[in-house]
């Protein structure tokens, strides 16, 4: 939740085959901060969709790609007013590269600079800052592929030494993958003038194979970005594994569709779990749930988080797993539609979740529909923690 202040406003640039963590995660993150964020791209309109790619390292000499979800545009590239933002979002993926040639889009990155406003750019975005010119002299990172661009651009290159590495130059923030996510959002936020307080929490989040690929990776990163201490475990396995998530999307079918999305690192055990060092449990929907509530110990471990009434936050079809634990008794909750009737048999009063985006606060319970829901998902859970955002 955010406090106090006018509210920020903050443009991020979109645009097919954009990379689908580092436009969802920041986009989503930020409002759940209390920022307001505008989505455009070149040629379409607020309401149009642009398609994403799920990029990762899977062993190969460069990255795999796979397509993500549809991001749907919420503002209009040609009514864009720059004076009225505060800073600027620029992702990669695959679009940076034909963006870059978009003299429209480089004016406005410009007017960001010029008026030293704070611009974050990650992966494969800084292609845009150098067709701009805004990178001379600039200490940047990026992809490492996109060293000889921002070096022949005038910046003074800074190598990644991980993935996750992150630099700031004055205005300006650069990254390199969405694995620096956290200091990046984190990074940006604190340039807006953004001061962030009671972060000191910790968070565990319930995985498993098949969880929507959103789901996890939005609310994970946006709590980290924040500065709570954030571990992610799976039954029978260990940290360092992995998850293959879904991407569970919205395409004018009876029901969603799956694609394969990206895989997700753990960061913790399960076996030998303390659950009373956390302060929240978190549990992300997709296929995960259906299985997961028939596993007793996950049980045990959600009994556990209820029972002493520390915030919980559950979304889509992550009920499934509350239901089958026996917590939902005369609590109030929504789902994604399809789980009502695992909510309403299991003794709780269903909530319809019209927009899919709501979400609602019962005592310690937080429930949610679907992940267009994040932002509002994620700051009832702040709320929850006493974590604020003040600007």
Not at 318 to 333: D, M, Y
């Amino acid at each position: 939740m955010a406090k106090a202040g006018a509210q920020k406003r903050a443009l991020i640039f979109c645009g097919d085959y954009v990379e689908d963590y580092e436009i969802m995660v920041p986009f989503q993150a930020l409002q759940a901060y209390g920022i307001a964020v505008d989505a455009v791209c070149p040629g379409k309109k607020a309401g149009e969709i642009c398609r994403t790619a799920v990029h990762q390292g899977l062993g190969h000499q460069t990255y795999s790609e796979s397509r993500g979800h549809n991001f749907t545009l919420n503002a209009t590239f040609d009514e864009i007013d720059v004076s009225t933002y505060d800073g600027l979002v620029i992702p990669g993926g695959r679009a940076p590269e034909y963006l870059a040639m978009n003299e429209p889009l480089l004016n406005i990155v410009r007017k960001f600079s010029e008026s030293r406003k704070p611009i974050a750019s990650i992966c494969h975005g800084q292609l845009i800052l150098a067709a701009a010119g805004v990178v001379t002299n600039r200490k940047c990172t990026a992809y490492p592929p996109v060293k000889p661009v921002l070096i022949d651009a005038g910046s003074h290159w800074v190598e990644a030494d991980t993935m996750a590495k992150c630099v700031t130059d004055g205005n300006l923030i650069t990254g390199a993958t969405y694995e620096g996510h956290p200091e990046f959002i984190n990074l940006f936020v604190k340039a807006l003038g953004g001061t962030i307080a009671g972060s000191n929490k910790r968070v565990l989040f319930l995985c498993g194979d098949y969880m929507e690929d959103y789901e996890v990776m939005v609310p994970f990163q946006s709590l980290q970005a924040l500065g709570c201490h954030v571990d992610a475990v799976c039954p029978n396995k260990g940290a360092g594994d992995k998850c293959p998530t879904a991407v569970h999307d919205f395409e004018g079918d009876q029901t969603y569709s799956e694609k394969p999305g990206h895989d997700f690192t753990l960061t913790a055990s399960f076996d030998g779990l303390d659950a009373s060092s956390y302060d929240a449990l978190v549990i992300p929907g997709g296929r995960a749930p259906e299985y997961l509530a028939l596993n007793e110990k996950v049980i045990a471990l959600v009994k556990e988080f209820m029972g002493q009434g520390k915030p919980v936050a559950s979304i889509c079809h992550g009920q499934q797993i509350l239901a089958a634990a026996g917590v939902l008794k005369g609590k109030k909750c929504t789902a994604y539609p399809a789980v009502k009737l695992n909510v309403v048999l299991a003794g709780a009063t269903w909530l319809e979740p019209d927009p899919i985006s709501r979400c609602f606060t019962d005592g310690n319970l937080v429930t949610g529909a679907a992940w267009p829901g994040h932002p509002e998902f994620v700051s009832h859970l702040m709320a929850l923690l006493g974590i604020k955002v003040s600007f």
